[in-house]
């Protein structure tokens, strides 16, 4: 079964304004999450972490007052495309790990259109 | 800088014979490495990893192998099916573990030929 859940799956919205997509954990804590961007036929990129109760760490040339992370429970993590514009169109998935795994999961992840 | 490389874009197989992925990277502080599928629209699912202190792990049809000399690692499906038609991911890591970051090669299309 899923281990990791994403909402949206899919969004539009005009440029300009901002989108929260929310990556969950089920049925076990996750301390850190992962945010990843994907273009189209590109590899994943890592954007950022997250980590519960703490600020998150940035990717080199991400920038961090675009990219709004929150980690505010162990379950959940959410990720704010503040003022989109049609650059930041994108899929954008989340992963994270069981605490006794050493395996990362990934959510189904958002596409995100700016228009 | 491409530090995972995945230089063929895709591959086609026939259904029954043998899908060989390969990847290779150029960071020697990788030390964990792991194999994902994905097809459109969905995240990435884990299909095997591989510890720098092994050179083969194998699950079921699916064998990975490590050459550290080399910084070239590659997946094998045998016997290779339709399903297995999707984008397959190389990735590396410096540690395994929850919190390690992941970096990613861009990927091989793969389709099995029915």
């Known amino acids: 079964g899923a281990v990791v859940s994403q909402h949206p799956s899919w969004v539009i919205c005009k440029s300009g304004t901002s989108v929260k997509i929310e990556c969950r954990s089920l049925d076990f804590q996750a301390t850190t999450m992962f945010w990843y961007r994907q273009f189209p036929k590109q590899s994943l990129m890592l954007m950022a972490t997250?980590?519960?109760?703490?600020?998150?760490?940035?990717e080199q040339g991400v920038e961090k007052d675009k990219f709004l992370i929150n980690h505010a429970s162990l379950t959940l993590s959410t990720l704010t495309v503040t003022s989109a514009h049609p650059e930041d169109s994108s899929f954008y998935i989340c992963?994270?790990?069981?605490?006794?795994?050493?395996?990362?999961?990934f959510g189904p992840g958002t596409r995100l259109l700016v228009l | 800088d491409q530090q995972v490389k995945q230089n063929s874009p895709s591959l086609s197989v026939q259904e029954g014979r043998i899908s060989i992925l390969n990847c290779d990277y150029t960071?020697?502080?990788?030390?964990?490495f792991l194999w994902y599928k994905k097809y459109p629209a969905e995240g990435p699912t884990f299909l095997i990893s591989i510890s720098s202190i092994k050179d083969k792990n194998e699950d079921g049809r699916f064998t990975v192998f490590l050459n550290k000399s080399a910084k070239h690692l590659s997946l094998h499906i045998v016997p290779s099916q339709p399903g297995d038609s999707a984008v397959y991911f190389c990735a590396a890591s410096v540690s395994p573990g929850a919190n390690s970051k992941l970096t990613f090669g861009k990927g091989i299309t793969l389709s099995v030929r029915p």
């Open positions: 997250s980590n519960e109760g703490s600020k998150a760490t940035y």
């Open positions: 960071n020697s502080m990788f030390d964990y």
């Open positions: 992963s994270t790990s069981k605490p006794w795994e050493e395996t990362q999961y």
